[in-house]
Nanobody, 121 residues
Framework: QVQLVESGGGLVQAGGSLRLSCAASGRTFSSYAMGWFRQAPGKEREFVAAISRGGRLTSYADSVKGRFTISRDNAQNKVYLQMNSLKPEDTAVYYC??????????????WGQGTQVTVSS
């Protein structure tokens, strides 16, 4: 059983920064790519960023490219999302997930419970 636990969300003013963390249980963390998704009220869950097993390959949604950075520490079983220059439209519940580097939620098999990010204008 894999458990993913996100942390680091909160309330921040536009232009500010937050760093999300996702801690994974289990011994197979480094065998899987990881992704971050987000879901705003009334909207579908959308892809934010993904990182390959070893961390060398990353991909981003166009809406966050240049502002967000995904990284991972396989020794600590953690994946991170550094979010800079936050905008009110970034407000959502953010989820980490285990899977591959695809953009569809269906390509990920384990999900965390989510952490709320609220950006005020």
């Amino acid at each position: 059983q894999v458990q993913l636990v996100e942390s680091g969300g909160g309330l921040v003013q536009a232009g500010g920064s937050l760093r999300l963390s996702c801690a994974a249980s289990g011994r197979t963390f480094s065998s899987y790519a990881m992704g971050w998704f987000r879901q705003a009220p009334g909207k579908e869950r959308e892809f934010v960023a993904a990182i390959s097993r070893g961390g060398r390959l990353t991909s981003y949604a166009d809406s966050v490219k240049g502002r967000f950075t995904i990284s991972r520490d396989n020794a600590q079983n953690k994946v991170y999302l550094q979010m800079n220059s936050l905008k009110p439209e970034d407000t959502a519940v953010y989820y980490c997930a285990r899977g591959n580097t695809g953009v569809s939620p269906t390509e990920y098999d384990y999900w965390g419970q989510g952490t709320q990010v609220t950006v005020s204008s």
